[in-house]
């Protein structure tokens, strides 16, 4: 696998998040999510707590990441209209992307 573990089970737990809500997000929901076998989910992260707050991190990450993109290619806002207009360029396109 080339990617780190930890990350294929963050991002399969986001995604059984999604698909299922709180509710369906358990160990062996995000083991079968990431085709791993049953038990790999509790052997990184022991509890409930654990999963939850690796998987907060991870969408961190990824925000953090897409906005260190977003800042490479936008020019920096110089008056408070063009934040403004650029905090609503990124709420569109983060709610219809």
Known sequence: ???DRRT???DAAIAV???TGMRGL???AVDRAAGLPDGT???YYRTRQALLTALVRRLVALDQAELQEIGARVPVPRTVGDMVAGLAQFAAARLTG
């Open 17 to 19: 998040l999604a698909d």
């Open 41 to 43: 989910t509790s052997a």
């Open 26 to 28: 358990t160990h062996r």
């Open 1 to 3: 696998m080339s990617t």
């Open 8 to 10: 294929v089970l963050t």
